[in-house]
């Protein structure tokens, strides 16, 4: 009698028993797998964007994920309820191959978006990673299942749902943190699960301690745009998050031209009108502040250095000495008198623009384009909007020592740009009224110390810039 060891082939047929159907299909499936996981290295992501059409596609992504994502929650509802109710069982397996359909979709969608758009960086990096996990979870899933279902002894199916699912939440967390920035869903938790997730902003430079790169730029940098110029995202090839990686560039290029914010890229994407598509920070997001371009420009002017540790004509108060900003009041809701601001710049051809799509952060009033026709009879036609209009851009325009009474109307303003103009300070006084003035440009223009005076009452006003003019400090420019 001969004793017949069972194979390990006849070990594996009773845990997959494999027909030649079964063969075909675990042949396909590890071709889908090889050809998902050489995607990376087929679709480079270089960070410059690529073809509008890729762009095209690659934005349905956003739209596409929540398919998948519905369909694997589905299947582990259909298999427990199932037990009672054969039918949903049934379903499970055909919920299951749609769901890796939909996968495969927002898989290849995903990478046109990040290619198309010209993104980069570790969070996207393992956004497609987790997404390529994510297919390939499923597919096994898919091809296990039938063993399980027909009360086998496979162990696989049971095993590698769950792990499908913790997959899936990881993705989606990347993905939730490139959408809505990092720390979306913590940042309204309570304190103790909040400190648990770390968040990506970057440190501080500690290299050029006390300079005024570290204490003024780079704040304003990371505060505003290293969320999509940082190591979790590269948009536009460019990071913001070092130095040296902003002295770098971009995509297109170096983004500082040092002595020449003309020429700085940089410069020009911040100080665009906030509507047009180049401007940054994008996505809707409110500009900064005047005080905020204002040194980004002098810092660039003067040679954009990483240790120098003072700006001539820019004095900035320290925590310490500066008074308390106000928190900003919010202006009424103007849309409803959109179509007479409408019907207004088309007479006037200067511009109400938007902060940001919420009403209630204002308006912002400006004239580049027709500045030198634009003289104190203009200006009181934009009085009946006054409360709407936070920032006044008439640097460089006809407006007169006459104007500020039209502009002590206007209370709602935080910035005032009058450099370049005719004014002489006669009748600063009158701007007493607008308590939420903080910055006010007065570069050369004619105006004297002795004018000035009446500003110190204004608690609220912390940066005056005086630059070229007679009232110009020997050493700073800032009045305080
Ligand atoms: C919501 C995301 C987002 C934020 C926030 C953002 N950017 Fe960008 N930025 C982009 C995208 C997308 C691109 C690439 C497309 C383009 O060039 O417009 C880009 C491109 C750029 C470029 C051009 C780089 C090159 O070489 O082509 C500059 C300069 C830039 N951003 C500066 C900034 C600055 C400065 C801030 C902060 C004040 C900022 N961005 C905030 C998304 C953002």
Redesign the pocket.
Known sequence: MKLVAPTSAGKARRLLPISPATRRAGLAALITIMALLSLPFIVRLDG??HGNWQQFFGRFHPLVVHLPIGLILLVPLLEVFGRRRPALREAARFVLGLAFAACLAAVTLGYLLARG???SGATVTLHLWGGTLLSICVLVCLLARPAWAAGGASRLYPVLLPCTLLALVWTAHQGGSLTYGNGYLTEFAPGPLRRLSTTGVAQVPTRFQDSFYSMHIFP??NA??????GSH?V????R?DSYELLMR?????A?IVPGQPDRS??F???TLPTDD??F????G?P??KPNEVTWIKAWIQQGASPSAVSLTGVSVASDSERPKELPLKPVGDYSAMMPEIRQMEQSQSAKLVPISSNPSDGLVLTTVDVAAKFGDAQLAQFQKFAPYIVEAELGRTAVTNASFDTLSKFTSLRALHLEGTAVTGDGLAKLAPLSQLTYLNLSGTNVTSAALAPLKAMKNLHHVYLFNTPAQPASASDAR
Do not use: F, Q, W
């Not at 940054?280 to 996505?283: A, E, H, L, R, T």
């Open positions: 410059s964007p758009g010209g993104t304003v940098l505003n745009c290293v969320s999509c110029h995202e948009k536009g090839g460019l913001l560039g971009g995509s297109d290029g983004v890229m940089l020009a994407r911040i598509k180049h940054m920070p994008s996505g997001r500009k900064l």
